[in-house]
């Protein structure tokens, strides 16, 4: 079965205070830290760049432990970038945006050396505090019934009001940005949505 991971997005941090944001998220009960990354400033690691292939060493080398590239500027070299993300120990993961049907991430799927999340963007990439797409989630009951261990991750509009429609959709891995840097007690968010995908999970 695929178990909970809530993945708060630093992008909602103070980036003045990024060390002590990120002890603070973990010991709110974080599972993973969520970074975006942007062509043109640096800022799990989503990248929203036009030539993934270019960081993977960096970001192996800097302890990354997740490396999600998106499908639409890979379509020659998927084969490539993963096999070159998993030899640096990273775990390999595909995005999709908005507009990107979800059968594009199949082959990447059913590959030998497969992607192991795949990132249903339920927002346009570029910021955070946008509003949830809840059609996005057409795509997530789709991935969960082809691959029912699978981990199914959720960016882009998440938090209380939000959550039980990716959970029941059946995605397991939740990014939350500004429902969790914006709460007055991140960690009841956190719980929330861990228990929001525990309790889907056990009734399907
Ligand atoms: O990838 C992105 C934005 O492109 C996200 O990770 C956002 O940072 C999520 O923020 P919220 O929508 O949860 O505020
Ligand atoms: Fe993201």
């Not at 945006?97 to 497969?114: A, F, N, Q, S």
């Amino acid at each position: 079965m695929a178990t909970a991971k809530i993945a708060p997005s630093m992008l909602s941090s103070d980036f003045a205070n990024l060390a002590s944001e990120a002890h603070r998220m973990l010991n709110f009960g974080a599972d993973w830290l969520h970074m975006d990354i942007m062509d043109g400033a640096y800022l799990d690691c989503h990248l929203m760049v036009t030539n993934p292939l270019d960081y993977v060493e960096p970001f192996g080398k800097a302890g990354a432990s997740g490396f999600t590239f998106h499908v639409e500027v890979s379509k020659d070299n998927w084969k490539e970038l993963v096999r070159n993300i998993k030899s640096k120990g990273m775990r390999p993961g595909v995005a999709l945006k908005p507009g990107t049907p979800v059968e594009e991430v199949y082959p990447l799927l059913e590959d030998e050396i497969p992607v192991e999340l795949v990132l249903v963007m339920t927002v346009e990439p570029g910021f955070g505090g946008q509003k949830f797409m809840p059609e996005m989630m057409d795509k997530v009951r789709t991935l969960r019934k082809k691959y029912p261990s699978l981990d199914i991750e959720v960016d882009g509009g998440l938090g209380p009001s939000t959550i039980g429609m990716a959970a029941t959709a059946g995605a397991n891995c939740i990014v939350a940005g500004s429902s969790v840097f914006g709460a007055a007690e991140p960690d009841q968010v956190i719980s929330l949505l861990r228990k929001s995908v525990d309790d889907a999970s056990q009734a399907s």
